[in-house]
């Protein structure tokens, strides 16, 4: 598969004409609301989130707009593992948008207490929604060797850099060496990945987010990264730690961690938020 596959984004596609000037009372509801947030995908697709997990996927088969959901979303039982997206009408999804939210707010409140603000998924979505990231979930796979490029946020700087960003929260395990014998944390390799493809992609990498710019801007979109002007792609990715919600932020074993953590960054002149942790 060539890069240009993980580029491919055309602003006139029929998906976006169609939002645009029709503006279906259905697409205005989405729009309206603050709970949800939209992301623009290669080939011409759009995702719709709550709190990180996709309530819809817009695509546009057979010359018409059509909607698919993972099916546990429908339904309480969140174990549920079906192999087929449940596919559907957009408006349909729309109806149903109360009980999808709460059948995703009662997986996060049965789900493992996490001291740190909750799943990464579900601080994505808060940290999306604030407006400081036009992005989420960002994917590019190199062919040989076979590596998978899977970023958490993208944004676009006061300073009009477009900047990728890797959310970890403290507790992750790829932070530091699992045993003594292993030469370096996974997360050294993970960014240094993150950045190989930046500096191997820039210009396509601005060329796409320009797109994805210009289409925010037509169908209705309310971001306002979507109106700053982008001058370019900083050549080293962000490692961003999650808030901590809840317990002792300065329990003696966390702040030992940090600083653990804290010196494996600087000297890998990983650019991150540890100081603020």
Not at 87 to 105: C, G, S, W, Y
Not at 127 to 150: A, H, K, M, Q, W
Not at 159 to 182: C, Q
Not at 227 to 256: C, M, T, W
Request: net charge positive; hydrophobic share 30%.
């Amino acid at each position: 598969m060539t890069a240009n596959y993980y580029f491919n984004l055309n602003p006139d596609a029929p998906i976006f004409g169609i939002l645009e000037k029709e503006n279906p009372e259905w697409w205005g509801t989405i729009c309206k609301d603050h709970d949800l947030y939209i992301n623009i995908r290669k080939n011409n697709h759009i995702n719709v989130y709550y709190n990180g997990a996709s309530v819809m996927e817009l695509y546009y088969p057979n010359k018409k707009l059509a909607a698919k959901i993972h099916p546990r979303y429908l339904n309480s039982d969140w174990n549920a593992e079906p192999k087929e997206y449940y596919k559907t009408q957009p408006e349909k999804i729309v109806a149903d948008l109360k009980r999808i939210k709460n059948n995703i707010n009662n997986v996060y409140k049965n789900g493992k207490n996490n001291n740190e603000g909750g799943c990464e998924k579900e601080i994505q979505g808060r940290l999306y929604i604030n407006g400081e990231y036009i992005d989420t979930e960002y994917s590019f796979v190199y062919d040989n060797p076979r590596l998978i490029i899977r970023i958490d946020l993208t944004t676009i700087r006061e300073d009009g850099m477009i900047e990728f960003v890797e959310l970890k929260r403290i507790s992750d395990k790829r932070l530091l060496k699992k045993k003594d014998s292993e030469k370096e944390p996974e997360i050294l390799k993970q960014m240094s990945d993150y950045n190989r493809f930046i500096n191997d992609y820039r210009q396509d990498i601005e060329e796409y987010y320009k797109k994805i710019q210009k289409i925010m801007r037509s169908i209705g979109v309310n971001n306002p990264l979507a109106y700053r002007e982008i001058k370019g792609v900083s050549a080293q990715a962000r490692l961003l730690f999650a808030e901590y919600a809840n317990g002792d932020p300065n329990h003696v074993k966390r702040r030992e961690r940090i600083e653990r953590i804290k010196e494996i960054l600087d000297a890998n002149n990983i650019v991150s938020n540890i100081n603020e942790i």
